[in-house]
T-cell receptor, first 114, second 105 residues
Framework: DARVTQTPRHKVTEMGQEVTMRCQPILGHNTVFWYRQTMMQGLELLAYFRNRAPLDDSGMPKDRFSAEMPDATLATLKIQPSEPRDSAVYFC????????????FGPGTRLTVT | GQNIDQPTEMTATEGAIVQINCTYQTSGFNGLFWYQQHAGEAPTFLSYNVLDGLEEKGRFSSFLSRSKGYSYLLLKELQMKDSASYLCAVDKIIFGKGTRLHILP
């Protein structure tokens, strides 16, 4: 069955290292979201793309975070350099804009920065 | 500014009905969304409201009043598996902190 996939599922890294998270949206979905979830802040939108073009990345710290969609089947979120405050679960989600409103989330990447 | 408020926790009994409220302050939006999230898992989409009124989907219903800045999620015939957090969101962009629902046998 169709689902959003994310890799890696878990990542532990040291402060200052680069982290790359990948997402494969559901085939045919043209809108992709990146979210971050922490106990303190809850679920926050970092960025989203439609037809591979960034529509909103205002939730993303620009100095260290970058999000791209190299093609329709891959979205990436990079953090360079990583900091302990970036520790969170990062979710990718996709939806077909103009179709059902139903949005599908990937399983998340749990990032720990020490 | 944009802000969404939900109760932090609620408790209900198996078989009963529970209503989870959500109030928001935002200047304009397309849709109000509800998600369910079990501990350690990703959120799953439950329902959305574009127009004012009640949308029913099996045991779950969601209501929206734009003039009052208010929505609620109604869960009927509660089951133990409904123990989860329920998130209210505006346009999939601004999320509330979630309401943790505990179901007692």
């Amino acid at each position: 069955d169709a689902r959003v996939t994310q890799t890696p599922r878990h990542k532990v890294t040291e402060m200052g290292q680069e982290v790359t998270m990948r997402c494969q949206p559901i085939l045919g979905h043209n809108t992709v979201f990146w979210y971050r979830q922490t106990m303190m802040q809850g679920l926050e939108l970092l960025a989203y793309f439609r037809n591979r073009a960034p529509l909103d990345d205002s939730g993303m710290p620009k100095d260290r975070f970058s999000a791209e969609m190299p093609d329709a089947t891959l979205a990436t979120l990079k953090i360079q350099p990583s900091e302990p405050r970036d520790s969170a679960v990062y979710f990718c989600a996709s939806v077909l804009a103009g179709g059902s409103y139903e949005q599908y989330f990937g399983p998340g990447t749990r990032l720990t920065v020490t | 500014g944009q802000n969404i408020d939900q109760p932090t926790e609620m408790t209900a009994t198996e078989g009963a009905i529970v209503q989870i409220n959500c109030t928001y302050q935002t200047s304009g939006f397309n849709g109000l969304f509800w998600y369910q999230q079990h501990a350690g898992e990703a959120p799953t989409f439950l329902s959305y409201n574009v127009l004012d009124g009640l949308e029913e989907k099996g045991r779950f219903s969601s209501f929206l009043s734009r003039s009052k800045g208010y929505s609620y999620l109604l869960l009927k015939e509660l089951q133990m598996k409904d123990s989860a957090s329920y998130l209210c969101a505006v346009d999939k962009i601004i999320f509330g902190k979630g309401t943790r629902l505990h179901i007692l046998p």
